[in-house]
């Protein structure tokens, strides 16, 4: 694994307790810290990184300080801005009493890491009934967000029979108004936004409802598998999610999450965080072929040194990763099915 790599590990795993300052500086030895710079920014724990760097004392080059630093305070500005919007669209949602939960983002940054404002995140992610989503539109609209994609002259309701998010900006923001969890309906069936919320404290006088925590983990794990988990952020977000749970609590999660229709996402997740981040995993973990080859598609999109969406063919692992997070032929073909159907009406 590249160096920088692990090092960028080593600071997410100091942001949610489980490295001392000692250590973090202890590792920075003979880094190469402009390469640290780059990857951050791939993997987009800039905030992360820098908490760990400040912290803990660690000289840095006057050039590559001031990036992180501008970097951390461009997010933490993000962030505020994204709470103020995301407490008015509540409100919102709340008055036209129209179901919704936020997914990921400054909810899951409270969680993980305790603050909302270090990690970077680049849009909202709202999630409706599937039956709601004209409704759903006409808030946005009415609070001046415009749908961009699809186009604003494609209606809403017909996109969404296909796929899970619509995307729509506003206010300085991009917002992605999701009417399921997984782009394959077979997975996760059960989570919708009219699951049993926790609110979450996000800042001052601002909370939000999401999802609780088993639903949060088969959530974290499914949304990872779906991107073959090519961007270290989300892999660190659920090590920090387990960070306090016990081995045997973690066990529980997991079935929970194979009950509620995760399939191999989270035996995946499991591995790939105890792999990485030494996360416990369950005594009883077994998986079979299929797991592994998942394990090693991610690892492999994760520890490459662009995005998939950056390089010749980058995404063609990612789909056939795809076929494979449930069991058996009807899935892996439904799935497939799925796919060219997404292309061909795009």
């Known amino acids: 694994m590249d160096p920088s790599l692990k090092l960028l590990i080593t600071c997410c795993r100091y942001c949610y307790g489980a490295e001392s300052r000692a ?110 989503i004209s409704s759903a539109a006409a808030l946005l609209a009415g609070l001046d967000f415009e749908q961009t994609l699809p186009e604003p002259s494609v209606d809403p309701v017909d996109w969404h029979r296909r796929r899970k998010e619509s995307g729509w900006t506003g206010h300085g923001v991009t917002l992605d108004l999701h009417s399921r969890v997984a782009d394959n309906r077979r997975l996760l069936p059960t989570l919708t936004a009219r699951t049993r919320a926790d609110l979450v404290e996000v800042a001052p006088g601002i909370s939000l409802p999401t999802f609780p925590l088993a639903e949060q983990v088969a959530y974290l794990a499914v949304h990872g598998a779906s991107s073959a988990w090519f961007r270290l952020k989300w892999l660190a977000e659920f090590a920090a999610l387990l960070h306090p749970i016990p081995p045997a609590g973690i066990a529980n999660l997991r079935i929970q999450a194979i009950q509620l229709g995760a399939g191999r996402a989270i035996d995946q997740a499991l591995v790939l965080a105890h792999k990485l981040f030494a996360t416990p995993v369950p005594d009883e973990l077994e998986f079979d072929a299929p797991t592994r080859r998942l394990v090693r598609i991610a690892r492999a999109q994760l520890e490459a040194e662009r995005e998939p969406t950056a390089r010749p063919l980058g995404t063609a692992t990612i789909h056939f990763s795809q076929l494979l997070l449930r069991p058996g032929s009807r899935f892996a073909f439904g799935e497939l099915g799925r796919q060219v159907g997404d292309i061909l009406t795009r």
Do not use: C, Y
């Open 23 to 132: 250590s973090v500086a202890q590792t920075f030895g003979g880094a190469d810290l402009e390469r640290l710079l780059t990857l951050s920014r791939r993997h987009r724990v800039q905030g992360l990184a820098w908490k760990a760097v400040n912290d803990s004392g660690v000289p840095l080059p006057l050039e590559v300080g001031a990036a992180f630093r501008k970097d951390a305070q461009r997010i933490a500005q993000n962030g505020l801005q994204a709470a103020a919007v995301s407490a008015r669209l509540h409100h919102a949602f709340g008055s036209a009493r129209v179901p919704m939960l936020f997914l990921k983002g400054l909810v899951l940054g409270r969680l993980a890491w305790g603050d909302p404002f270090l990690k970077s995140s680049i849009d909202i992610d709202l999630l409706v009934p599937e039956a709601a």
